[in-house]
């Protein structure tokens, strides 16, 4: 399967150091080689970058590391292919627009039987699973809260609740490891694997587990700085990681967890393949 990262701060910071470990995953240190992507929140704007190349081979991810982009809330996709093709409109991220935000969705994963009749919307543009679940999700959004605009967003707290309601929806078919932002908030959900860590004053050193990389983090940040790190693999090997439960959705807000919630679902029975 496919592997998530994430990152929700305080104040505006740089992802560099992490997303190196992370995109050494990309066909060096683990198999996840069939694409990538990478999107960067600035104000009500968003930098999206992918690559159907890994990316441990994509000059595009060559320039990331070099060009550190600060952000408070980032989110980034390294691909297995479990469903579609190996091709650009089939790598996450991937993002929509709803009440004047953009929204930006990656999934890890495999849902079966999941073909939901969407409403005209939102459509899926390349060919996954993760893509039609994104589409359902802010499909369900937008029904859930018609009367919201740019100008009356629900409260993260109402949004909370709503994505919970649909994230039970959607992980009766299968595994759904997802993240999810609207450039404030960050929502993060677990079927299997995922951990988080909380970087804050006093800050400590840090080396990386598929690289030989270490950095000190006190050297760039400021005493008031938080920035939490959401990845399904830890991507350190001397910080306390916290794992996610099995079905545990939580909401991160200015580099903290602010909310979780275990979210039980009943798995749906696949049905036979055709042979």
């Known amino acids: 399967m496919c592997q998530l990262l994430g990152m929700n701060c305080n104040n505006p910071a740089e992802i560099t150091f992490s997303f190196e470990g992370f995109s050494a995953r990309g066909g060096l240190t683990d198999e996840h080689k069939d694409g990538w992507g990478i999107a960067f929140y ?24 070099r060009n550190p982009i600060k952000s408070c809330n980032v989110i980034a996709h390294i691909r297995k292919a479990t469903q ?16 004047g935000r953009y929204w930006i969705f990656a999934h ?7 073909h939901p009749e969407l409403q005209g919307l939102y459509h899926p543009v390349g060919e996954t699973d993760s893509e039609w679940a994104f589409c359902y999700l802010m499909e369900g959004l937008r029904t859930r809260f018609p ?7 629900p409260e993260s707290d109402v949004l909370f609740d709503a994505i919970t309601d649909i994230t039970r929806e959607i992980a009766s078919h299968g595994v759904f ?40 983090f006190s050297q760039f940040n400021k ?29 991160f807000l200015a580099g903290h ?7 039980p679902v009943a798995i749906s029975e696949p049905v036979p393949e055709m042979v």
């Open 42 to 65: 600035h104000g009500s704007g968003c930098r999206l970058f992918t690559d159907h190349l890994s990316s441990i081979t994509s000059p595009l991810a060559e320039m990331i590391k």
């Open 108 to 114: 890890n994963g495999d849902l079966k039987n999941f």
């Open 257 to 263: 967890p602010a909310k979780g919630i275990l979210v």
């Open 84 to 99: 579609g093709t190996i091709i650009l409109e089939n790598n996450h991220p991937f993002m929509r627009e709803l009440w």
């Open 177 to 216: 490891n997802f993240m999810l932002s609207n450039g404030d908030a960050l929502f993060a959900h677990c079927s299997t694997n995922l951990h988080y860590v909380v970087r804050e004053y006093p800050f400590s050193t840090a080396a990386l587990i598929d690289c030989d990389k270490s950095i000190d």
């Open 223 to 251: 005493p008031d700085d938080k920035i939490a790190v959401i990845a399904t693999k830890p991507l350190t090997s001397d910080e306390a990681w916290s794992a996610f439960h099995p079905g545990e959705l939580k909401m």
């Open 147 to 153: 009367d919201a605009s740019a100008q009356t967003i």
